[in-house]
């Protein structure tokens, strides 16, 4: 029974992750329709980042705004070289593209740090704490709550500010949003180069949760896919939910059927939720 | 038309006569990348699904043949299972998904061939992930030459049919607008289940050929998420013109990308991501099919 509640206490630590590891991708999704292959590339680019920061004996309180800074350029940049060329073509298109980026980025990683697997282990978050009989590593812990409060400050943005009141109305209704004097082509760019950096930001956790190499890009979109698909676009409630299944089955058929078949059983709910409700649990849209 | 399928049928006949063994493999690999493209074109450009993970099914191929080969059954008979079952799994596992279209279609099938990828790593009964190693002939390489060369010119002639036939009207007629064929008369149902049954039998097939042609395979060989991608890069490439524009496209990409990476090894995935951007954005045009 206590293996139970430790299992569930993990998979509540990683939902947390996971929901701020799917927010670019569910935000990019929502808003301009894009189906974002090359995400998990960002993750990983990430990573590398706050990784290469730390061995020049960078403060990862200076690594970590610096990775979300470069986040931010990169997107705008990938929205106006890449993604606005062919944004007007079928959504298709963008799938091959990205794909592309996506190998290109992966290898161009391994060319520069080779594909050895890397971590970012850090002595003051080595440890565990201990309540009662269950375990909480420190790094889990720290993630999880760095995840909430970023997951928090998004929130805050977009339903506070103008520019996300901008974006929920595009992502709701592009003509209605453009006929109220918002510019679609301007959020678009904005949603992008933001989920760019919430990216970049979930790479650099990643580096502190598990080691990485430069080709894990794709179990990574395909987590962002899931819980986007389980948990559906629109809304943050959505974002966790999906996150929560996720997290859940990944723990537990880790535990209970062996770590090969994490893959499979994610896979299985996912297909299972595409035929039977793609729009999601609480998806507000269907893109 | 037809001038050019003799043509191919001789050269292709001859080839294997004066060609060394590079030049050979090469050339299979082209033969195998049109097939590929032929064979999802049935799906996507006659009925507008895209199949991103089509190669599902070529995967379900090189496993059935590679498993009955392995355990002592004959060549032919392995190949036509090979054909037989992934046609008929097709059939049990696609239709329901048709009900998606576009991307979500593209993704679902996607998730199904990599699900399958790892579904097969884990069962030990089919190789896990050591796979198959299968012991062949010396011409083998040349054997399986010829397979994918028959696919090709099966599949040619087939694609030339359809295009000049009522049945592959009425399927271009369903993807352009199905409420429109239903009030027609026309029931979309069993035009996209022998569809799905051709493609799933095709892809099979040159599963079943490449496991011929490599000797060995594993999961994550045969259910490489790389060969979708090239695949449908190709046929993106060849949106307006679905005779000619696969073969072509797939002679020239394996041909330029194969000279490429002898010459630059260390790079050749940095070199296939730029060139797959590169073209995408060079030739975005010609995409239609049925929007959701």
């Known amino acids: 029974m206590e293996i139970i509640f430790q299992l569930l206490i993990d998979a509540l630590l990683l939902a947390g992750y996971y929901a701020l590891l799917s927010s670019g991708f569910s935000l990019m999704w929502g808003v301009s329709g894009i189906i974002n292959l090359a995400y998990g590339s960002f993750v990983l680019v990430g990573a590398y980042l706050v990784y290469t920061f730390h061995l020049l004996e960078m ?13 931010l350029i990169s997107g705008v940049v990938l929205q106006h070289l890449l993604i606005n060329r062919l944004i007007n073509y079928e959504p298709f298109t963008l799938l091959v593209l990205t794909f592309g980026f996506d190998m290109l980025l992966s290898n161009l990683l391994n060319f ?6 890397r971590s970012l282990t850090l002595e003051s978050l080595s440890g565990s704490l201990f309540v009662s009989h269950f375990i909480v590593p420190y790094n889990k812990l720290l993630v999880f709550l760095l995840s909430f409060l970023a997951i928090l400050a998004l929130q805050l943005y977009l339903k506070g500010t103008w520019t996300g009141k901008a974006i929920r109305a595009v992502s709701f209704d592009r003509v209605g949003a453009e006929l109220c004097g918002i510019n679609p082509g301007k959020i678009y760019t904005i949603s992008t180069s933001l989920a760019t950096a919430l990216a970049m930001l979930s790479g650099g956790f990643y580096a502190l949760l598990q080691g990485f190499t430069p080709f894990d890009s794709g179990g990574i979109t395909l987590k962002a896919f899931f819980v986007c698909v389980v948990g559906g676009l ?13 997290a859940l089955s990944e723990v537990f058929s880790g535990f209970y059927l062996g770590e090969g078949w994490k893959v499979v059983i994610s896979l299985v709910i996912l297909v299972l939720f595409l035929l039977w409700k793609p729009q999601g649990v609480a998806g507000v849209k269907y893109a | ?17 004066f060609a060394n063994p ?15 493209s032929y064979a999802h074109n049935l799906l996507f450009y006659f009925l507008g699904y895209p199949a991103f993970g089509g190669i599902a099914f070529f995967g379900l191929g ?37 009900r998606l279209k576009s991307h979500y279609f593209a993704i679902s099938t996607l998730a199904l061939q990599v699900m399958l990828m790892e579904l097969v790593e884990n069962i030990e009964f089919f190789g896990g992930t050591k796979g198959y190693a299968l012991n062949l002939s010396h011409h083998a390489n040349i054997i399986a030459y010829y397979l994918f060369l028959l696919a090709l010119l099966g599949l040619f002639l087939f694609v030339i049919l359809l295009e000049r036939s009522v049945f592959g009207r009425t399927l271009k007629a369903i993807k352009e ?40 395979i594993d999961a994550s060989t045969v259910f490489n998420p790389t060969l979708s991608v090239k695949t449908f890069f190709v046929l993106i490439l060849s949106l307006n013109s679905p005779i000619y524009g696969p073969f072509l496209w797939s002679l020239f990409f394996e041909m330029f990308f194969e000279t490429l990476w002898s010459n630059f090894p260390q790079m050749h995935g940095i070199l296939l991501g730029l060139g797959i951007m590169l073209l995408i954005l060079a030739f975005p045009r010609g995409l239609k099919w049925k929007r959701s």
């Open chain 1, 112 to 117: 520069f740090f080779k594909a050895d697997v």
């Open chain 1, 234 to 246: 629109g809304n943050v409630h959505g974002l966790l939910l999906g996150s929560l299944v996720l």
């Open chain 1, 59 to 71: 403060s990862l309180f200076l690594a970590f705004p610096l990775t979300v800074a470069l986040g």
């Open chain 2, 22 to 36: 590079y030049w050979l493999r090469i050339a299979s690999s082209a033969l195998l990348l049109s097939s590929l």
């Open chain 2, 62 to 98: 090189a496993y059935t043949f590679s498993f009955l080969y392995s355990k002592g059954f004959p060549l032919i008979p392995s190949l036509l299972l090979s054909m037989l079952i992934p046609s008929l799994s097709a059939l049990i596992l696609l239709p329901i998904m048709l």
């Open chain 2, 177 to 216: 607008d199905e409420t429109a064929s239903l009030t027609l008369g026309i029931n979309p149902m069993p035009y996209k289940l022998s569809m799905l049954l051709l493609m799933g039998m095709s892809l099979g097939f040159l599963g079943g050929a490449f496991s011929i042609w490599s000797a060995y």
């Open chain 2, 1 to 17: 038309m037809l001038k050019l399928l003799s043509f191919i049928f001789v050269v292709g006949c001859l080839f294997p006569l």
